[in-house]
């Protein structure tokens, strides 16, 4: 297939907002030189002065936001915005289902029983090397051993039992109250992270499955970092959770997703974008919806040229063809 290269689209994009900010610039620059010589010049800086820093805020507003380090590229892999009224029929709910969508959003409520995941069983993709990205917003939570709540891979579907990486409040893994952990399910707890995450604030939390990783030294199995998901902080370069579970305990292997509560443990928590990478999934463009120049609040949306909506409907057609591509083979 012929696929544009998607960093001269990015450069377009980015191009049309420093366009932004020098077109005000040079309108400051010439209004200035007017402004000596006579009094319409005078009144005209009164005039354009405030026009121009209002031009100014508004790029600022509608600067690119900072977003994960996959954005704009091509993955083996899916995504899903959670758009619609229901979950693409690859999702399928192991354990209790307390897994609705609405609004764009996976909503997760408590559960009872031990463990719950939602998984994405598409058939034959790489069932330990995975990597999930996901969008995540706690919205209420108790405090406790089964207050829990995150992101699962390598889950066996018959067993319902893999590798977590998990919201947590407990005084456990050398932690206090709000933080993360990894855990194996039914088997034993990692290490924790001393992320004190809030409630009703979005996060990125990125999880990768890869046994005695040779990349990564060749003993860690699991590896998490988590930031900031409002476009004000960049992705962080490493790592800043690792474990190795295993050889002490087996391997798991299976699909990932989503893990919920257990054992009827307070925690509700939004889903808005997940994106699953492995080999054996489709090609895909990572374009997580949130950030997209429509989801954009009226003053920013009155900003944007159409080179942003130039990049984006390139977006939108490559995700629409390899949907319709997708539908057609399976
Ligand atoms: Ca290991
Ligand atoms: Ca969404």
Redesign the pocket.
């Known amino acids: 297939m012929n696929i544009a290269p998607e960093d001269v689209v990015q450069r377009k994009w980015l191009g049309s907002c420093l366009a932004e900010t020098i077109m005000p610039l040079t309108f400051l620059s010439q209004t200035t030189r007017v402004r000596r010589t006579n009094l319409i010049g005078r009144i005209l800086w009164h005039v354009t002065a405030p026009v121009s820093v209002i031009s100014l805020l508004t790029f600022n507003l509608c600067a690119q936001p900072l977003l994960p380090a996959d954005v704009g590229t091509t993955v083996n892999g899916f995504q899903d915005?959670?758009?619609g009224t229901a979950l693409n029929p690859n999702w399928v709910v192991s354990g209790v289902d307390v897994f609705s969508v609405s609004e764009?959003?996976l909503h997760i409520t408590s559960a009872t029983g031990d463990p719950n995941h939602l998984l994405y069983e598409f058939p034959g993709y790489d069932d330990s090397a995975q990597e999930v990205l996901a969008r995540i917003r706690v919205l209420n939570f108790g405090s406790g051993d089964p207050v829990r709540g995150g992101v699962g891979v390598g889950v066996d579907p018959v067993s319902n039992q893999g590798i977590n990486s998990l919201f947590r409040n407990n005084n456990s893994e050398g932690q206090t109250g709000n933080h993360l952990a990894f855990l194996d399910d039914l088997v034993a707890w990692g290490p924790g992270q001393n992320f004190v995450w809030q409630p009703n604030t979005w996060y990125w939390l990125r999880v990768r499955h890869e046994p005695n990783s040779a990349s990564q030294g060749g003993a860690n199995d699991v590896f998490e970092k988590i930031w900031l998901a409002d476009g004000s902080v960049a992705e962080p370069a490493n790592w800043q959770l690792t474990w190795d579970y295993t050889p002490a305990y087996s391997a798991r292997t299976g699909y990932a997703g989503i893990t919920a509560s257990s054992s009827g443990g307070v925690f509700q928590f939004d889903v808005?974008?997940i994106l699953i990478k492995a080999a054996g999934l489709p090609h895909i463009l990572v374009a997580p919806?949130?950030f997209r120049p429509d989801a954009c609040n009226d003053r920013q949306r009155a900003a944007k040229s159409d080179s942003d909506r130039t990049f984006y409907s390139h977006v939108q057609r490559r995700r629409q063809w390899q949907s319709d591509a997708h539908l057609s083979v399976v």
Do not use: E, K, P, V
């Open positions: 915005d959670f758009d764009g959003l808005d974008y919806g949130a």
